[in-house]
């Protein structure tokens, strides 16, 4: 079993809609959890972390659930700029590595 | 603040050819990154730095060599390439901040064809 992981999608959703993914990790000694976006062909930026009491910015929210170990993303009113890859990250080895998802892909529609 | 920075961002080789990945940070962090990405693999991390002078394994060091030259700068190195290591490379530093104490930044990447 992979110790992170995504549905690669892709997610083709209308405009305005809401939207949510998933990961799942295999190490139940997880300490950090991070949401990353992804444009074609660009770097990695961090989109979020996930607080263990779940967190929102804007029209981003993300959650985790220990007992199921899995953290979700949450968009609400999709806009075309949402388009990108969602990859998860989950820190499970002390600080210094970082294992990432697959990532999801996000296609908004007009 | 430049943040990460790789060169060159792209490279087409033939196989057998060696190349050196270069990337560097001005944001004075401690632990720096080499990643490949390739499609429905994800990020595999290659080798990482703890700090200067110490360089780690990580999940795909075959074929690769690392230089932790000083706290800025972190080179990858490919002795003999193959056609198994087209791919694009991310470098990443890690410093202080954020929710958990720590955030990653990656560099643009440098997108490598080996024929």
């Known amino acids: 079993r992979k110790e992170v992981e995504q549905d690669p999608g892709p997610f083709n959703v209308p405009e305005g809609a809401t939207v949510a993914f998933n990961c799942t990790y295999s190490?139940?000694?997880?300490?950090?959890f991070f949401w990353y976006r992804q444009d074609c062909r660009k770097e990695p930026k961090l989109l979020m972390s996930?607080?263990?009491s779940g967190n929102e910015d804007g029209r981003f929210t993300a959650q985790l659930n220990r007992a199921s170990q899995y953290i979700s993303l949450l968009i609400r009113d999709s806009k075309l700029s949402d388009s990108a890859t969602y990859l998860c990250?989950?820190?499970?080895?002390?600080?210094?590595?970082?294992?990432f998802g697959t990532g999801t892909k996000l296609q908004v529609i007009p | 603040n430049a943040g990460v920075t790789q060169t060159p961002k792209f490279q087409v080789l033939k196989t057998g050819q060696s190349m050196t990945l270069q990337c560097a940070q001005d944001?004075?962090?401690?632990?720096m990154y080499w990643y490949r990405q390739d499609p429905g693999m994800g990020l595999r991390l290659i080798y990482y730095?703890?700090?200067?002078?110490?360089?780690d394994k990580g999940e795909v060091p075959n074929g690769y060599n690392v230089s932790r030259l000083n706290k800025r700068e972190f080179s990858l190195r490919l002795e003999s390439a193959a056609p198994s290591q087209t791919s694009v490379y991310f470098c990443?530093?890690?410093?202080?901040?954020?929710?958990?104490?720590?955030?990653?930044?990656f560099g643009p990447g440098t997108r490598l064809t080996v024929t």
């Open positions: 990443a530093s890690i410093g202080q901040g954020g929710t958990y104490g720590y955030e990653q930044y």
């Open positions: 944001m004075n962090h401690n632990s």
């Open positions: 990250a989950v820190n499970s080895r002390g600080y210094q590595k970082v294992t």
């Open positions: 190490n139940s000694a997880s300490q950090s």
């Open positions: 730095s703890a700090s200067e002078g110490t360089t």
């Open positions: 996930v607080y263990s």
